[in-house]
């Protein structure tokens, strides 16, 4: 298991050394903003889902966070459409 709260700076280098290291279970906490459909995609293609996802507001932090977990060879609880529309 690996639970961080990555700098949101790294956090794609973060994201790809986690992965490569294949635990079992990842947990992040990071900002809302920061769980973006590519990155959901990124650890799908890898082979995690997205198993859990918690709200959480803490006074003088900016905006919501969230604690969310993936896990491998589990299913997603979340859908998403990267396609852009015109």
Same mark, same amino acid.
């Given at each position: 298991? @690996?639970?961080?709260?990555?700098?949101?700076?790294?956090?794609?280098?973060?994201i /790809?050394?986690? @992965?490569?290291? /294949?635990?079992?279970? =990842?947990? +992040?906490?990071?900002?809302?903003?920061?769980? #973006?459909?590519?990155? =959901? !995609? #990124?650890?799908? /293609?890898?082979? +995690?889902?997205?198993?859990?996802?918690?709200?959480?507001?803490? +006074?003088?932090?900016?905006?919501?966070?969230i @604690?969310v977990?993936? !896990?491998?060879?589990?299913?997603? =609880? @979340?859908? +998403?459409?990267?396609?852009?529309?015109?």
């Amino acid at each position: 298991i @690996i639970s961080s709260n990555p700098p949101y700076s790294l956090l794609n280098n973060v994201i /790809k050394k986690t @992965i490569e290291l /294949k635990p079992r279970v =990842i947990n +992040y906490l990071l900002g809302i903003n920061n769980l #973006t459909p590519k990155r =959901i !995609e #990124t650890f799908e /293609k890898a082979g +995690y889902g997205l198993t859990k996802i918690h709200m959480c507001k803490v +006074y003088k932090w900016f905006g919501m966070s969230i @604690i969310v977990q993936f !896990e491998l060879s589990k299913s997603s =609880i @979340i859908s +998403y459409d990267r396609t852009i529309w015109k």
